[in-house]
């Protein structure tokens, strides 16, 4: 597509148009506020999670969702746990220990997103930054600050990543006559903290004048793709098509899908990849049709404490988000239901990973490894906190063989 082509058909999105998953308003007396994603499409309804009960509830229940979002969510949670012991006035002993409880409990409220862990862990670290003097205020306001820090990091994470996603998505489509993209679930500004990633990657291609087709898969049993990725696309006025999952083997055998992109919720050492169920099935299909697949992520969503996709925990969700999808009866009374939350993707599946840092491919621990050895570097010197990728120097070099 030439210049004036691409200016010719560029659109161009209204910032206030773009939605975003949570928020905090005011200063460390303030409130962290959640999109409730399981009321869109329609409708759009802001909850104020002012307890950290409340806020484990919104995870839980996928209110909040996505492992970037998730991760924010929990950081602003540990400064929740810090209102919490300042209202009961707990003296700073046992508000630490408060915070401290909390946070563990924060941490465990999904157990297969690394984000959430290291998010949390990362804003109580805090508390070892601060004197047994400091007062209750104090606490509450660096423990804030640091929740936030994490929250901008995620926003400029997600910007490097649309940006080189976009490069690996245009330059599929113009090396080949399909014109279709396919993703899974929601990888966009709701499952982040900024504009997304795999999703985040299409719209940034669509703004740069580059036009295809979306397909987005329901993403069974509760539709993130239909009743949240369409909704994202419609926001920016990108067409889309969604598909039911079992569709997808079809649809790439037509020849019309240039490429599958999708997000991650952990990947580990050797690159394998957990990610919301139906991932791994769509990475055989492409595979079988000689459609490239590709998985965006920031270095966050890494935990190299993991060497394969085979010690990852699976999340089992409730029977009846199967049984009564969307609160609708679908199978007689007495059925047992199998609702793993996430698949495993192995590594061999995957043409590249996205980061924020650049392509790892191939796909494997060394390019893992040395991918992020240099985003240890480059974060270091920009004064970035590592991620759980990130464990240190010596660890990631003891990684390239």
Same mark, same amino acid.
Request: hydrophobic share 45%.
């Given at each position: 597509m030439n210049a004036a082509s691409a200016n010719k058909n560029r659109v161009i999105v209204d910032p206030a148009s773009i939605p975003v998953s949570l928020r905090w308003l005011g200063d460390s007396s303030g409130q962290l506020e959640?999109?409730?994603?399981?009321?869109?499409? /329609?409708?759009?309804?802001?909850? &104020?999670?002012?307890?950290?009960?409340?806020?484990?509830?919104?995870?839980?229940? $996928?209110?909040?969702r996505g492992a970037p979002a998730i991760g924010i969510a929990g950081a602003y949670?540990?400064?929740?746990?810090?209102?919490?012991?300042?209202?009961?006035?707990?003296?700073?002993?046992?508000?630490?220990?408060? &915070?401290?409880?909390?946070?563990?409990?924060?941490?465990?409220?999904?157990?297969?997103?690394? #984000?959430?862990?290291?998010?949390?862990?990362? /804003?109580?670290?805090?508390?070892?930054?601060?004197?047994?003097?400091?007062?209750?205020?104090?606490?509450?306001?660096?423990l804030l600050a640091e929740a936030r820090a994490i929250h901008e990091e995620?926003?400029? $994470?997600?910007?490097?990543?649309?940006?080189?996603?976009?490069?690996?998505?245009?330059?599929? *489509?113009?090396? /080949?006559?399909?014109?279709?993209? *396919?993703?899974?679930? #929601? /990888?966009?500004?709701?499952?982040? =903290? =900024?504009?997304?990633?795999a999703l985040g990657a299409i719209t940034t291609a669509w703004q740069r004048g580059e036009r295809f087709e979306v397909f987005v898969d329901e993403t069974r049993p509760l539709f993130q793709g239909s009743r949240l990725t369409a909704w994202e696309l419609a926001q920016h006025s990108i067409p889309v098509t969604v598909l039911v999952d079992s569709a997808a083997g079809q649809l790439l055998q037509s020849g019309r899908i240039a490429a599958c992109i999708v997000g991650a919720d952990r990947i580990t050492a050797? =690159?394998?990849?957990?990610?919301?169920?139906?991932?791994?099935?769509?990475? *055989?299909?492409?595979?079988?049709?000689? &459609?490239?697949?590709?998985?965006?992520?920031?270095?966050?969503?890494?935990?190299?404490?993991?060497?394969?996709? #085979?010690?990852?925990?699976?999340e089992q969700r409730s029977p009846q988000e199967v049984l009564s999808p969307l609160g609708v009866p679908a199978a007689p009374a007495g059925t047992q239901a199998y609702n793993p939350a996430f698949d495993i993707t192995p590594a061999h599946l995957i043409r590249a990973i996205i980061t924020e840092h650049g392509m790892i491919e191939p796909v494997n621990g060394q390019s893992v490894a040395a991918v992020?050895?240099?985003?240890?570097?480059v974060g270091f010197k920009a004064g970035l906190k590592a991620g759980p990728a990130v464990l240190s120097e010596s660890q990631l070099n003891e990684q390239i063989v």
């Open positions: 959640l999109l409730d994603q399981t009321l869109l499409p /329609t409708q759009q309804r802001w909850i &104020v999670c002012h307890t950290v009960d409340l806020l484990i509830e919104a995870i839980q229940s $996928l209110r909040v949670g540990v400064a929740v746990a810090a209102a919490e012991a300042r209202r009961d006035k707990l003296l700073p002993p046992a508000a630490r220990a408060h &915070v401290q409880a909390r946070a563990e409990q924060l941490a465990a409220a999904r157990p297969t997103a690394v #984000n959430l862990r290291w998010a949390v862990q990362r /804003t109580v670290a805090v508390l070892g930054q601060l004197s047994a003097s400091d007062s209750q205020d104090v606490m509450c306001t660096q995620d926003r400029r $994470l997600c910007t490097a990543i649309c940006r080189y996603g976009a490069d690996a998505l245009v330059a599929i *489509l113009s090396a /080949t006559s399909a014109t279709g993209l *396919l993703t899974h679930c #929601n /990888t966009g500004a709701l499952a982040t =903290g =900024g504009a997304g990633t050797c =690159g394998d990849v957990a990610n919301k169920i139906g991932t791994y099935s769509l990475a *055989l299909l492409a595979a079988a049709h000689g &459609v490239p697949f590709f998985v965006a992520a920031p270095s966050s969503t890494f935990d190299l404490s993991i060497a394969s996709g #085979n010690c990852i925990p699976i992020l050895k240099v985003g240890f570097k």
